[in-house]
């Protein structure tokens, strides 16, 4: 028996409430630009999403991935936020799993990059330290995909103005990288008007004001990705929506936006943020049926 879905649109904004597996078998093939998700993880949101044990993780992840790997443009990219937990004094495995099991599902593991919470929970463990980071994974469907590196610099600062004008000419002109990432130590590529290309660390805060959801991720996480592989017009999905803040951040960046969700709260909090005057209910979901 399919579960009934339904759905709500409103201008190049849809939302759907039901199981993402079966939403995602109505998606194209290559429709989407970008998909920016954090699903829930192993044993966590247990009063929610009903918690899933680190043993049985990646095996429910995969059909998932699988549609993924379906909807997303040869062009596109994956970013999966997501973190172990420790069971019994030791870090779970279920995450490097998840990798592994993905790659032979035919993605690339093309990046990793750490989400430094600036402002987490302090806390102390008789083996260990406060979690200060989350793991943001970055998966492709080929080598070449769309990036617009451009979008993400940042301010140089005073860092510019002390050692970068001690550089010597043969520092300027160094040869290029001998591994085909366009740079290597020719020095003047990374430059631009006192702007440089970012690390792999996003230093974010947590998001602290939305308390209708146990784990929302701050605006500017799905903003940075958004920025650095879409541009207007391009499609952006979350199958695991919660709150919405990927959806609403995509919309207000004038992208397209598809957001799914299984809990008919977070579908309602969203759909009250989205169409707070005008709400239109697709009468007819995409095979909507029982």
Known sequence: MRLQIFAMRYGDTSIYLGDCREVLSELDDNSVDLVVTSP??????????GGIHPNDYVQWFLPITEQLLRVLSPTGTFILNIKEKVVQ?????????????????????????????KNCYPGKWPNRFRDAWERVLQFNKQRKFHMYQDAVRV????????????????DKQRDNSRVGSG??????NWLARDMAYPTNVLHLATECGNRKHSAVFPRALPEW???LFTQPGDLV????MGAGT????????????????ILPEY??????????ETMLLLENPPNDSN
Do not use: C
Request: aromatic share 14%.
């Open 246 to 261: 990927t959806i609403l951040v995509a919309q207000s960046m004038n992208r397209r936006a598809v957001g799914i969700d």
């Open 225 to 227: 990705f958004i920025k």
């Open 155 to 170: 301010p140089m600062g005073d860092w510019a103005k002390t050692r970068l004008k001690k550089l010597s000419e043969t």
């Open 237 to 240: 999905l979350d199958p695991f």
């Open 40 to 49: 829930p993880y192993a044993d966590q949101r247990a009063g929610t999403y």
């Open 89 to 117: 004094g030791e870090r779970s495995t279920y995450v490097l799993e998840l990798i592994l099991a993905m790659r032979k599902q035919g993605w690339l593991w093309t990046e990793e990059f750490i989400w430094h919470k």
């Open 183 to 188: 740079f290597g130590k020719n020095i003047s």
């Open 267 to 276: 579908y309602n909090m969203v759909k009250e943020q989205l169409y707070p």
